[in-house]
């Protein structure tokens, strides 16, 4: 489904990034429940899945550490692992989340791809 396509099936407007520091070969929208939308951005090498959501404390993540900076004035939490970096933000009663695949992005790329959603 085309990303712009999901805000008319969810109680919150669906903005994509207007900043992808990676050139994305597949781009598309999943809806998942009338609450939470996929925006997945991917190549051969590397991958990125956007979240939205109404469920609140959905990314069910046993640790997250805090951002130095935040969006919005919300904060941001991550969680890293070798094979996947999660980013997660809260925004007008919906909770984000960018989890990315590969190893050529640093946490300051992903803030930039949370902040450029605003």
């Not at 900043?19 to 429940?33: G, N």
């Amino acid at each position: 489904m085309p990303i712009p396509a999901t805000t008319a099936f969810v109680p919150f407007e669906v903005h994509g990034p207007t900043h992808l520091p990676f050139v994305a070969e597949t781009e598309y929208a999943h809806l998942v429940s009338l609450g939470k939308v996929e925006l997945v951005y991917e190549n051969e090498e590397e991958s990125m899945t956007i979240w939205a959501t109404t469920e609140l404390g959905w990314h069910h993540t046993e640790q997250w550490e805090t951002y130095s900076q935040t969006i919005q004035d919300s904060p941001v939490y991550f969680n890293q692992t070798e094979a996947l970096t999660i980013l997660s933000w809260q925004r007008d009663g919906v909770e984000y989340a960018i989890d990315y695949k590969g190893h050529e992005l640093s946490m300051q790329d992903l803030f930039d791809v949370a902040a450029s959603m605003n």
